[in-house]
């Protein structure tokens, strides 16, 4: 493990660390460690090389994760899963940080991590049955008996099997505030995406079964009302208004908007204009 930068001042409600007993119970999936900590701002971790997945969840505050290039803010309901060999960063930010956690080995995970990525990328929202499964883990290893090792693995499957599944239903309220400052601009769907903490395949997927149509299709909505609304209140050009709401060309315009509302935007404005 190769720390770079280490302060934790925390209050550790509960940490626990759990090692078989038994060589034949390698075959079982299970966590190194675990805890629960209430962290304060000045809490911060930042290493590289640890050969550990890490399951974040966090229940209250405010925290943070640098990951892979991308910085995520920590609410709560999120949940982070990241593969510690990678160089990486999580702490406090500004006030106190309650989340609960689990450390379990690279290899044993790491088919689970792979289908945990690609569905949902490492930060989402998740449920509060995490926090069901964390304690009964956190139990099995403190009351230990002849099927701890057994019944510890039970756990860790239906708590990774519950972060591939989902069962959230999201208002993308960060993607339609993204989309409404940003929408004069070269909006991506990565970007967009990102906005959110999802994967872009899952992002699509999901929006689409939320609203009921893509996200392309929803920034493209929302271009044709400012284009609408600029057509009928200012003097502004076809051109000017295309270019000012974010469409690559006036032609591009032009036909989306004809495809949109049956007419041509000069048509629209002709009709609906309030300027005299």
């Known amino acids: ?16 660390s759990y090692m078989p007993q038994d060589e034949k119970d390698d075959c079982f ?20 090389n640890y050969d550990y997945l890490l399951i974040a969840y966090t229940t209250g505050g405010c925290g943070y994760l640098k990951y892979n290039n991308c910085f995520h803010t920590l609410k709560k309901g999120d949940i982070f899963v990241i593969d510690c060999n990678d160089r990486h960063e999580y702490g406090s930010l500004d006030e106190n940080w309650n989340f609960y956690w689990i450390h379990a080995s690279t290899n044993s995970l790491i088919d ?6 690609q ?7 998740h449920s509060d049955v995490f926090i069901n499964l964390w304690e009964k883990i956190y139990n099995n290893i403190f009351e230990q008996d002849i099927n701890t ?19 959230t239903k999201y ?20 970007e967009m995406a990102k906005s959110e903490s999802m994967s872009k395949y899952f992002f699509i ?4 079964s939320a609203l009921g149509i893509t996200p392309y299709e929803y920034l493209l909505n929302y271009r044709i009302g400012a284009a609408k609304q600029l057509l009928t209140s200012t003097l502004m050009t076809v051109d000017e208004i295309a270019l000012g709401c974010g469409f690559n060309s ?10 949109s509302l049956g007419m041509t935007p000069l048509l629209y404005r002709k009709k609906y204009s309030n300027i005299v």
Do not use: Q, W
Request: hydrophobic content about 45%.
């Open 119 to 125: 569905a949902r990328g490492n930060v989402f929202k």
């Open 112 to 117: 689970y991590y792979k289908k945990i990525i």
């Open 205 to 208: 997927r999901e929006f689409k």
């Open 149 to 167: 090792a057994a019944k510890i693995n039970l756990c860790m499957h239906e708590l990774m099997t519950s972060l591939i599944i989902v069962n």
């Open 29 to 48: 999936i299970s966590p190194s460690n675990m805890g629960l900590f209430n962290a304060v701002p000045e809490y911060v971790v930042e290493r590289k």
């Open 250 to 259: 006036t032609s591009n315009f032009i036909k989306r908007f004809k495809r």
């Open 1 to 16: 493990m190769v720390i770079i930068k280490y302060r934790e001042p925390v209050n550790v409600i509960s940490s626990i």
């Open 171 to 190: 208002d993308f309220e960060k993607v339609k505030a993204l989309i409404s400052l940003k929408y004069n601009e070269k909006l991506t769907l990565e």
